[in-house]
């Protein structure tokens, strides 16, 4: 492990592998891989988990928006790249650089078929979205006599795969629903695949459908979260390895009397005589106010202490009384031996949001 000195989150590549190589264990050697590297590959780093997944073999990245994926492009990236969610501006360029975007709509459609034949495309592929119950992006089932007929009449563009987006897949108690989600992409594929002269490739499943779901897998399936090191499930948890490792040191350590308070507001007075630590970040590094005040614990030298008073912009205050440390010391915030997912749940929310939030002024640290 790196030795800090400052605020670094550390991107354990060979975590990723584990991961990688876990996943696509739980499904057929046949089914695609798609590793979704949107967000800064959820915080981390996209260019050197990309690079470190294409030398693996993935099939597939998806990506939310086109500049995420011209990003991937100007860095060499060479595997196919889904765009799930591009907006008819960005057409150009994602044509420009060879990138498959998700037709989720009449307007998208329109556009693309616009955008793909000015650019003297033809055949281009395009994935399109169906709309299954998470009624956020795509097609309905009612739409696919018109869709059919105008992407078939088309030159321009070819859709190489149908696709739809679990709601529920991690929450068990949601499993009527899934299974109709489920089912209604089976009914919706079959009655689209007459209408085309191609037989498009057919994907469902996230992280958590994969793990919970693996008979819906078809052609290929798409992961996320799980590559980073968590599954929406504490024990399967167990079985991955934190990706990226929130780190920092120890600025100063004060001795505070009862009485005393910490930080803005004076939101943490002492009630008896304690060892105070600052830490170099704060909510602008992607560490919310939200983990202020008790709510979120820190780890030093292995004990958990909890943050006091207010998150600042570029500081954060601990309570490290008992806990033998010195300045200089490391501190983890979030990542290996001290699970994002259980430091997101002291802010009643979950790992996406927590890793994916870290701010760009943290500097990346690649481990190979
Ligand atoms: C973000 C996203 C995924 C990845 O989900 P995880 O839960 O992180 O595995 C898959 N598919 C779509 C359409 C997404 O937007």
């Known amino acids: 492990m790196a030795d800090p000195r400052e605020t670094v989150l550390e991107i354990d590549l060979g975590a990723l592998e584990h991961n990688y190589r876990y996943l696509k264990a739980r499904i057929e050697p046949k089914t695609k891989f798609l590793a979704v590297v949107k967000a800064y590959a959820y915080g981390s780093d996209s260019i050197a988990i990309a690079r470190k997944l294409e030398a693996l073999g993935v099939d597939y990245f998806a990506v939310a928006y086109t500049h995420e994926g011209a990003f991937l492009r100007d860095?060499?990236?060479?595997?196919?790249?889904?765009?799930?969610?591009?907006?008819?501006?960005?057409?150009?360029?994602?044509?420009?650089?060879?990138?498959e975007p998700s037709i989720y709509s009449d307007r998208i459609l329109k556009a693309f078929q616009e955008a793909a034949k000015a650019a003297g495309q033809r055949h281009y592929p395009v994935h399109l979205k169906f709309n299954t119950g998470l009624n956020r992006l795509g097609f309905r089932e009612e739409d696919i006599p018109h869709i059919a007929m105008k992407a078939q009449q088309s030159e321009a563009l070819k859709v190489i795969s149908l696709f739809s987006h679990l709601a529920a897949s991690d929450d068990r108690s949601e499993s009527v629903f899934t299974h109709a989600q489920i089912d209604r992409f089976k009914s919706i594929v079959k009655k689209i695949s007459g209408k085309l002269d191609n037989k498009p490739f057919l994907h469902l499943l996230n992280t958590s459908g994969i793990l919970n779901y693996p008979e819906a897998q078809f052609d290929m399936v798409r992961s996320g979260i799980g590559l980073y090191g968590y599954s929406n499930n504490p024990d399967l948890d167990q079985e991955l390895k934190p990706v990226a490792t929130l780190k920092t040191v120890i600025s100063q350590i004060h001795e505070i009397t009862p009485g005393e308070s910490v930080g803005y507001n004076r939101a943490f007075t002492a009630r008896n005589k304690c060892t105070i630590a600052t830490l170099p970040l704060g909510h602008a590094d992607g560490l919310g106010r939200i983990y202020g005040n008790a709510r979120g614990v820190v780890s030093v030298n292995g004990q958990k202490a909890p943050i006091v008073g207010n998150v600042c912009m570029d500081m954060l205050m601990i309570d490290i009384s008992g806990i033998p440390?010195?300045?200089g010391d490391e501190v983890i915030l979030f990542g290996k031996g001290h699970s994002a997912e259980m430091v997101a749940a002291s802010a009643k929310t979950i790992s996406y949001e927590l890793i994916t939030g870290i701010s760009q002024r943290v500097r990346r640290e690649i481990l190979p």
């Open 75 to 99: 860095h060499g990236i060479i595997t196919p790249i889904l765009v799930l969610h591009p907006q008819p501006v960005n057409f150009d360029q994602l044509i420009a650089r060879c990138l």
């Open 325 to 327: 440390c010195d300045e």
